[in-house]
């Protein structure tokens, strides 16, 4: 993967997973989110993943100020239907909060 492609948090530049949260949760967290994309776009090629604003998810629930919930990740996208939501290691026995131990969560 090019240094273009890779998925990077905002805030640590460390490699992300990708994931989605609902809008609310989102501009929760980052409430200058489209002035920092409309950047991003400007700034980076059109095919490059950079131009998208990533948050790892410890950096999301550090802005949060809370921990996750399997809420904020709507089920109805496939994407977290598929990873976040299915794999034990984020939601271990299909609990409600994210596992603090979990993969990208570096509290």
């Known amino acids: 993967m090019t240094e273009c492609n890779k998925l990077v948090c905002l805030d640590c530049e460390q490699a992300t997973e990708y994931y989605m949260v609902s809008n609310e949760v989102w501009l929760e967290a980052i409430p200058d989110y489209r002035e920092i994309k409309q950047e991003r776009k400007q700034k980076h090629p059109p095919k490059c993943t950079q ?28 994407l977290n239907r598929e990873n976040i939501l299915k794999d034990h290691r984020f939601f271990p026995n299909h609990g409600e909060l994210l596992n603090p131990e979990s993969p990208c969560n570096h509290q």
């Open 51 to 78: 131009r998208h604003v990533m948050l790892c998810l410890g950096c999301l629930t550090l802005r949060l100020g809370r921990p996750l919930r399997r809420l904020d990740f709507p089920s109805h996208i496939r």
